[in-house]
């Protein structure tokens, strides 16, 4: 089975996890000058710096806008600080917030725009900036799906806080994780004490568990047992915490959200900061062949062609997905396809009271993406074998139509 996710993780990163003496101030200042800003704080997942982040600045009974295709944590986080979700439909060219759909969102309430980079493509955050026209409007970047080596004249970071994460399907791999960067002093230090506050311990069965996903990241055939492991240890840790309510939005929040970030994770970060431009490169060359093996599938939108984008996913529509059952008919050729969201955030149950309208290219997005093995382990061979399987798949569909 060709995964459609896979850590870029080697010996390499054992041993730099196994190695004592740098640490998580020192991942910090190298992710900081990575992503462009003066500061990064490290935590244990990308939305607790989010919800650390509004603690901190005291963001409350606030509307907060952001894109109905986006992840549901992101949503949560708003929420569970007690602000109101905005939401606002994205534009099928790059999958990110239309900007008059956000500017239509704006009310007097407006404190906060989370501006999301999906899927790698980028977001203009200055003409965010612009069209908010209020330095009340705090602008934060969701950079999740992101990850650029910073340059001089390429620009950095150009929100208030940006967020960024290491998870198993990103660009960089830490276990787990992420970071939030800030080029403010003042708003570094007050997240800073918050987390140190709220998010300093963590115990010895998760550091364990953390360990252990570290070892089997690097195995394709582990897949299901890290699934596993990760589902069998959110039950046991969320025992006793979980709301007596399912439909409760703190269930959406990871568990363990409020542990801190483990010092050997910072050394596997600094370990694969080195090797970002490897994987960035070899994505880029994954991109390249994708778009000429499938420019004329019929049925199929190549994903889009967009100047600076890092591609965390080659995102591709295929009208009638779910009709034609072609994820399934895709694992059937030893493909794992899938889709990242296959929601429409403000028509989920948990979220329903916030919606405003339709998000007709929001709609779009959750019938008909796809998205395609990109990670650095996937081979040329096995890329155009992937292209020609999803050929072969939609022109055999076409014929019997």
Known sequence: MIHRHRPYVDSSDILAALRPGAGREEFESAAAACVGARYALAFAYGHSGLIASFRALGLTEVDVV???????????????????????????????????????????????????HMYGYPTDVDAIRDVAGDERVLIVEDSALRLRRFSPGTG?????????????????????????????????????????????????????????????????????ALHELRDRTQEMTAAGRASSDPNSLSTLVEPDHDTAYADFQARVGLCQLRKLGTVLNRRQELVECYNRELCDVPGLTPAPVVPDATYSHYTVRVAGRDEIDFVHRMESKGVEVGQVYDHVLPFRKRFRPYARDRYPNTEQATREVVNLPVHPRVTSAEAQYIAASARDILERVGLRL
């Open 66 to 116: 952001l894109p109905a295709y986006t992840c549901t944590v992101v949503a949560d986080a708003v929420v569970a600080c007690g602000n109101r979700p905005v939401f606002v439909d994205i534009d099928l060219a790059d999958y990110n917030m239309r900007l008059d759909a956000m500017e239509a969102a704006l009310t007097p309430q407006t404190r906060a725009i989370i501006a999301t």
């Open 156 to 224: 950095g970071l150009r929100g208030d806080v940006g967020l960024f994460s290491f998870g198993h399907a990103k660009h960089l791999f830490t276990v787990q994780g992420g970071i939030i960067a800030t080029n403010s002093a003042e708003l570094y230090e007050r997240i800073r004490a918050h987390r140190d506050q709220e998010m300093a311990h963590l115990p010895a069965a998760l550091w364990a568990k953390r360990w252990l996903q570290l070892l089997l990241s690097g195995m394709p055939f582990a897949k299901s």
